[in-house]
């Protein structure tokens, strides 16, 4: 089946950093990849939404300057936390699906700490 | 007012109970319904789609009351490999490139 691709599993890094975590689809377009966020005991949300080849759109109170999402293919979106903060420590999910499947499909996840 | 309200549990119950959760939904308008399942520290799967004639697969019955904006998981025979969190997930457009909404999930542990 369509598997989605994402790493790093798990990322430490200091205050100040970027981070960079990319996403694959393996044997499908993306044509359209979803970011979202979770902390502990909270549901996901949803940060950003990327399209290959056009700006991505945030969701309100995301800073577009500081999740720099890029989709330059259709099988590959990146998500880069710039100069990470220890509040922007959480577990950053991909996901992306075929229009005609119904289904969507996540990547594993990154954990990123930040020290 | 939260998009998709979920009880987060936890719900104990030993091996072969039946379990049942529930999911309120607030946007009308909402085309699709999903409930997926989450291991811990590891990315949601889906565990099924939820159909407005209501649904199952195996020991797992999914329903959909559009009037009450309600969607409800029944797990019947509770396996341990059942412990997880079962997330409620909305979609507000027919395809999966909508906008999805997340419920916090609901924690099941079946125990021994």
């Known amino acids: 089946g369509a598997v989605v691709s994402q790493h790093p599993s798990w990322v430490i890094c200091k205050s100040g950093t970027s981070v960079k975590i990319e996403c694959r689809s393996l044997d499908f377009q993306a044509t359209t990849m979803f970011w979202y966020r979770q902390f502990p005991k909270q549901s996901l949300m949803l940060m950003a939404t990327?399209?290959?080849?056009?700006?991505?759109?945030?969701e309100q109170g995301v800073e577009k300057d500081k999740f720099l999402i890029n989709h330059a293919s259709l099988t590959l979106s990146t998500l880069t936390v710039t100069s990470a903060h220890p509040e922007d420590s959480s577990f950053y999910i991909c996901?992306?699906?075929?229009?005609?499947?119904?289904?969507?499909?996540f990547g594993e996840g990154s954990r990123l700490t930040v020290l | 007012r939260k998009e998709v309200e979920q009880d987060p549990g936890p719900f104990n119950v030993p091996e072969g109970a039946t379990v049942a959760f529930n999911c309120t939904y607030s946007?009308?308008?909402?085309?699709?319904f999903f409930w997926y399942r989450q291991d811990c520290r590891k990315e949601p799967k889906l565990l099924m789609s939820v159909y407005s004639s209501g649904n199952e697969d195996g020991r797992f019955t999914a329903q959909l009351n559009r009037a009450s904006q309600y969607i409800s998981l029944l797990i019947r025979d509770s396996k341990l490999s059942d412990s997880a969190t079962y997330l409620c997930?909305?979609?507000?457009?027919?395809?999966?490139?909508?906008?999805?909404?997340f419920g916090r999930g609901t924690q099941l542990t079946v125990w021994p």
């Open positions: 997930v909305v979609n507000d457009r027919g395809s999966t490139l909508g906008r999805l909404y």
């Open positions: 990327s399209n290959e080849g056009s700006k991505a759109t945030y």
């Open positions: 996901s992306s699906g075929g229009a005609n499947t119904g289904e969507l499909f």
């Open positions: 946007n009308s308008a909402s085309q699709s």
